[in-house]
């Protein structure tokens, strides 16, 4: 790897986890009793946070492929695993939250939610597909799998239907965001629609 490489990932990495940095920051506020951003309903607000930031950086991840062919920046590729990896990290988050601060750790209503809600079951399988991508992410899983690594990740756009699916289920009133997340999806899956007509290919890495 080389020196700016290097130097360009330890960016990447301080920069996907400020979102984190400041959530833990705001958290400590709270918990000492000193004014905080994390309104009346903290567990809300966590869950807001972190679901947004998980939705942002699956859409990134998705954004590297058309940005590279557009552009030619080629470079870009070796941000993509990176980028999908603080994907999950931030639903990981989420899913905590709801797991620990929500419920508890009240397994019989967690799972009575997850079935009964399907909001919540689309979040549920998205999580489900986003800890298989992570685990086959490595260099041995990819040699190891060969041609079916590439179909298997391919589920990354189902994951990203279903996180949008989930966020416009999920918000209740301003669904600006939840739209905007939504047209951004589109767009992606539309250029890759669009590039797969024009240039006939069976895989897209
Ligand atoms: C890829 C997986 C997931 C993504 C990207 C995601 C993302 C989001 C987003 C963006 C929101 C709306 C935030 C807002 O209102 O602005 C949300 C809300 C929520 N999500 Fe998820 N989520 C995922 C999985 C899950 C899972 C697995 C669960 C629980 C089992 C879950 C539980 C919730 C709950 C309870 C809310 C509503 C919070 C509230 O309004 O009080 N999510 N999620």
Redesign the pocket.
Known sequence: MTRQLSFLKAVVHLLALLPAGWLMWQGWLLYDYQDHEMSANPI?YI??FT??W??RF?LVGLAITPLRKMNGWNKLIKFRRMIGLYGFFY?VL??SN?IVL?YYFDWMTILKE?IKRPA?SF??V??CL?LLLAITSTKGWIRRLGKKWLILHQAVYL?AL??VT??MM???ADLS?PMIHALILAGLLGYRIYDKVRLGRKSYA
């Open positions: 809300k869950h807001h679901g947004d998980a939705v699956i639903v989420h899913l709801f929500d997850i919540i979040g549920m998205a999580a986003l994951i279903l996180a989930h966020n999920m918000v209740k965001e």
